[in-house]
T-cell receptor, first 115, second 117 residues
Framework: AQKITQTQPGMFVQEKEAVTLDCTYD???????LFWYKQPSSGEMIFLIY??????QNATEGRYSLNFQKARKSANLVISASQLGDSAMYFC????????????FGAGTILRVKS | GAVVSQHPSWVICKSGTSVKIECRSL??????MFWYRQFPKQSLMLMAT?????????EQGVEKDKFLINHASLTLSTLTVTSAHPEDSSFYIC?????????????FGPGTRLTVL
């Protein structure tokens, strides 16, 4: 079975600094995709970044980058130059393999940016 | 960009009544939509996968007779919570799948907060 683990229930980061949110996954499949979503207090799910299992380069989207280490089965999200508006819940998710097009979510990490 | 709407955004109802939540993909056609449930400070839990023109596929432990899902068109899926009880109070989120580039991305609706008194 596929599983997503986010070990950090909560994180603090100083404004303008970088922060890494951890995500590890467990799958026996070779083809899968990894996603990160941001959920502010309003509840909407905002797509941040995607990494395919066959992508050789780490994905980047503006201030977001994904540190993909396939052998370690980790897909950490790095947010550079944190802003107050980055305070939210962050979810790592995976799809593919036996679960097909279903998204399997981790427990989430609450990030608080301090001024 | 791809936009998914949900209606209503919040609803309060009495125990025993039924509530219908709509999920619409506004600018694309979605053959597959998903319904999630989220309790406070918890993750999203997939309830069911909804395919246009066919019966929904429910996840283990989700009562299909309680959570009725209808995917009548390529842009609309509905979730009806029948005979709602306080334990059904939750945040319900839908998503619609769209082919993008090398992967299918799920676009999420803004969610519906259900409170059952």
């Amino acid at each position: 079975a596929q599983k997503i683990t986010q070990t950090q229930p909560g994180m603090f980061v100083q404004e303008k600094e970088a922060v890494t949110l951890d995500c590890t996954y467990d799958t026996s499949d070779q083809s899968y995709g990894l996603f990160w979503y941001k959920q502010p207090s309003s509840g909407e799910m905002i797509f941040l970044i995607y990494q395919g299992s066959y992508d050789e380069q780490n994905a980047t989207e503006g201030r977001y980058s994904l540190n993909f280490q396939k052998a370690r089965k980790s897909a950490n999200l790095v947010i550079s130059a944190s802003q107050l508006g980055d305070s939210a819940m962050y979810f790592c998710a995976m799809r593919g393999g036996l679960y097909g097009n279903k998204l399997v979510f981790g427990a989430g990490t609450i990030l608080r940016v301090k001024s | 960009g791809a936009v998914v709407s949900q209606h209503p955004s919040w609803v309060i109802c009495k125990s025993g009544t039924s509530v219908k939540i709509e999920c619409r993909s506004l600018d694309f056609q979605a053959t597959t939509m998903f319904w999630y449930r989220q309790f406070p400070k918890q993750s999203l839990m997939l309830m069911a996968t909804s395919n246009e023109g066919s019966k929904a596929t429910y996840e283990q432990g989700v009562e299909k007779d309680k959570f009725l899902i209808n995917h009548a068109s390529l842009t609309l899926s509905t979730l009806t919570v029948t005979s709602a009880h306080p334990e059904d109070s939750s945040f319900y989120i839908c998503s619609a799948e769209r082919d993008i580039s090398s992967y299918n991305e799920q676009f999420f609706g803004p969610g519906t907060r259900l409170t059952v008194l």
